[in-house]
């Protein structure tokens, strides 16, 4: 199906606008840019709403005019728009402004599921489209979510496992503050791992061998702030103790994500996997999940998400909309509404 999708995305701290060129034997990125808030919220530790907010209703109008989308002749003819999971007064802000886009153009709108959004990052690599086959299983791994998804089809997706407390993402970034790190901490973590020993602290592994494919990392924030609170401040500053600490924690959550995926892919014998969401970035847990699966089902083969399409972006966003459109769905500009707590 031929079509070509303007996408928005402003669920959390990334504003991002994307064109999609779509047909049935090529698709082709025509115009894509992301503004990021990091910047900003780092002065905050972390994501401030209001703020994110604001900031998005004064980058998503520029994005949208330098992708052409005020033009006398759009050059789009479908507009995908993030309606959840997010921030409930971030979120608004994108979808206000595709309903505008909608309203004033007459082209059909999509709302679009964020999470298979990071599903969809995996398919806009061209060398994984031409693979592609159901079922697939993948690691959603991203600072609000930790899920298992077995895909079964464009749009039919089963969660056989989620994080019962903090997703893996949020784990990175509170133990990177707790540590003076700064925000986000998954990228400075991973920074930090290379000169450090894994095996230096022993932190918990939660729920490793209960038998289910859920996650909990909340016990992993509390050992790592009681074992930095024992130190004595000069070792605080030691960069080797920092190095070993950061390698430590990422093998712990390295250690989980493995071990479920691996019971995950036992129990629904996918014919591939893949991994999405900002922490899939960690070249550590690719590492370790790609030699893992390579060992225990090597006829499964592993997907990774283009360079760059790891965190948010619009891209994912007008690729998971053109799996919509395909399949008939569309929304109605008059009625489309947030829904921060929407689920897979
Ligand atoms: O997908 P994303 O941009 O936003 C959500 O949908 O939540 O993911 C952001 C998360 C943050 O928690 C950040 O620390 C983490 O992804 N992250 C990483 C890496 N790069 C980003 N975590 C571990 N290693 C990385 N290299
Ligand atoms: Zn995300």
């Given at each position: 199906m031929k079509a070509r999708i303007l996408s928005i995305e402003t669920s959390c701290d990334e504003t991002s606008v994307a064109i999609l060129a779509a047909s049935k034997t090529a698709i082709r990125l025509a115009h894509h840019e992301t503004a990021t808030q990091i910047p900003i919220h780092q002065r905050y530790g972390g994501v401030v709403p209001e703020v994110a907010a604001r900031t998005h209703v004064a980058e998503v109008v520029s994005l949208l005019e330098r992708a052409g989308?005020?033009?006398?002749?759009?050059?789009?003819d479908a507009i995908a728009v993030t309606r959840?999971?997010?921030?409930a007064t971030a979120l608004r802000v994108g979808i206000d402004a595709a309903r505008t886009i909608a309203a004033v153009t007459d082209v059909p709108i999509i709302g679009v599921n964020h999470l298979e959004g990071h599903l969809a990052s995996v398919w806009l690599v061209p060398e994984n489209r031409k693979n592609w086959k159901f079922p697939l299983l993948t690691l959603l791994v991203s600072g609000g979510h930790t899920e298992i998804v077995l895909m079964k089809d464009f749009g039919k997706y089963q969660v056989l496992g989620r994080t019962r407390d903090d997703a893996a993402g949020e784990a990175f970034d509170k133990t990177a503050k707790l540590m003076g790190?700064?925000?986000?901490g998954g990228p400075m973590i991973a920074q930090l791992a290379v000169?450090?020993?894994?095996?230096?602290i022993s932190f918990p592994r939660p729920?490793?061998?209960?038998?289910?494919?859920d996650f909990s990392f909340s016990g992993l924030k509390s050992a790592v702030r009681r074992e930095w609170e024992l130190l004595p401040d000069a070792k605080k500053k030691d960069s080797q103790v920092i190095a070993d600490f950061c390698a430590s924690i990422q093998q712990a959550i390295t250690d989980v994500l493995v071990a479920k995926m691996l019971a995950a892919a036992k129990k629904s014998k996918p014919v591939m996997v893949s991994i999405a969401g900002?922490?899939?970035?960690?070249v550590h847990l690719q590492q370790r999940l790609a030699q893992a699966f390579a060992e225990k089902f090597p006829s499964v083969r592993m997907l990774l998400p283009a360079k760059?399409?790891?965190?948010?972006?619009a891209a994912m966003i007008a690729a998971a909309g053109y799996w919509q459109l395909r399949n008939g769905k569309k929304s109605n500009w008059k009625t489309l509404d947030s829904q921060p707590e929407l689920d897979l």
């Open positions: 989308a005020f033009a006398k002749r759009p050059p789009f959840g999971p997010g921030l790190l700064g925000y986000p000169d450090g020993d894994p095996n230096a729920m490793l061998n209960d038998g289910s494919f900002g922490v899939s970035a960690n760059g399409l790891h965190t948010d972006n």
